[in-house]
DNA sequence: TTGTGGCGTGGCACTCGGTGCCACTAGCGT
DNA sequence: ACGCTAGTGGCACCGAGTGCCACGCCACAA
């Protein structure tokens, strides 16, 4: 093994940051969001609450994984679609790539998004961060149709896909089917202009 | 006058309610709204820190006018539509009904949206006050295609309609054109499943 | 072995948003 | 004149988040 000496101060910063994310998610899922304090998780994680601030700028942030490797991967996965699909084909398939946990992870990912999708202040705080979400696929349409990524159609489908995304995420968890199967429905209706409604 | 000494009560409290908002949106215009300090708006207002905090629950409700009535009128204006105009058809209405704002409160209109769509402490407390207007147009959806609010299309229709609404406001900012003429184009793209996407 | 420099950490003090509590005052009806 | 009510100001308090400093640990060089 290659520096495994080195690797030891990373890998001890990345425990601890795992320790926090898991005693901010046992806590919140315990007791309501902002009932519990960051004095409290900390705790919990066995740091104290400055270093809590420096590993998470957020008390929300916490229950955010590694958002921003997603947002990323998410940019990857539009880059090498290819042009022949339809570009809310290429959203939707983009969407289910990044949003393939394996089994073991789905209860976790469960938590998560039932806590930032009822907490009120978790839900304010997930505007935040989805707005990067929203950037790239407004630049990816915008490559695609040639206009620039602040115009109407490249953030209107950022957005609506988005509301896609969550509504997929809302039945997720109300229902006990795959998360694929629900994005894939909801993004069937947004692109077929919602056949149902006459 | 009629009723001048018994309606000032009322009058002064709307008065100072009026007085902070001023104050307030024009201090979060003139600087970064996170930057501005309740007591500041206070004094701006003339008016003790505490009291500031009696007419609006949050430094960012006092962005918000009486958004509450709003909700209330889009709600009424949603079951005043006539079943035989598609569901989008009569929510775009409502939409377009409800921002109708007469000439001289355009202005206004656009520092509000303008700190709304671009402060990030303004854009995460607008999901909490949107919430209640994507559950009104969910039932009125659900009122008209008999399923449960909660359902997959009343939920998908009510967050990508409001990300319709959005986006018009993006829109309208940026340029110069009415809001109405941008929340039609914006509908128009929803409903037709992006026509221009192939 | 002995510096020495960097990095994660803890503790402290501070700002600011928001809240509960109490006391004061002005207007109103009796 | 009396009490009632509603709006207000002041105060103390809590919790989120930040800047600052001092400590300890580990790698690396002499």
Redesign the interface.
């Known amino acids: 093994m290659i520096g495994a000496v080195t690797e030891s101060a990373v890998d001890a910063r990345e425990a601890t940051r795992a320790r926090i994310e898991a005693a901010a998610l046992d806590l919140f899922t315990s007791r309501d969001f902002e009932t519990v304090t960051a004095d409290e998780v900390a705790d919990a994680a066995g740091i104290s609450r400055r270093t809590f601030f420096r590993h998470f700028a957020t008390k929300a942030d916490a229950v955010w994984g590694d958002f921003h490797a997603h947002v990323v991967r998410l940019e990857e996965l539009l880059a090498a679609t290819s042009d022949d699909q339809?570009?809310?084909a290429s959203i939707c398939a983009a969407y289910v790539e990044v949003n393939d946990y394996p089994g073991a992870d789905l209860p976790l990912l469960r938590e998560r998004m039932r806590l930032i999708l009822t907490e009120?202040a978790l839900?304010?705080?997930?505007?935040?961060r989805y707005?990067d979400v929203d950037q790239v696929v407004a630049e990816h349409?915008a490559r695609?149709?040639g206009c620039r990524p602040?115009?109407?159609?490249p953030?209107?489908?950022a957005?609506?896909t988005?509301?896609?995304a969550?509504?997929a995420f809302?039945?997720w968890l109300?229902g006990d089917g795959s998360l694929a199967d629900?994005l894939h429905?909801?993004f069937d209706?947004?692109?077929?202009?919602?056949p149902?409604?006459?």
Do not use: I, M, Y
């Open positions: 339809p570009v809310l009120p839900q304010a705080h997930s505007q935040v707005a349409v695609r149709t602040e115009s109407l159609v953030r209107l489908v957005l609506s988005r509301a896609a969550t509504t809302e039945t109300a629900d429905a909801a209706q947004l692109a077929g202009g919602f149902t409604l006459r």
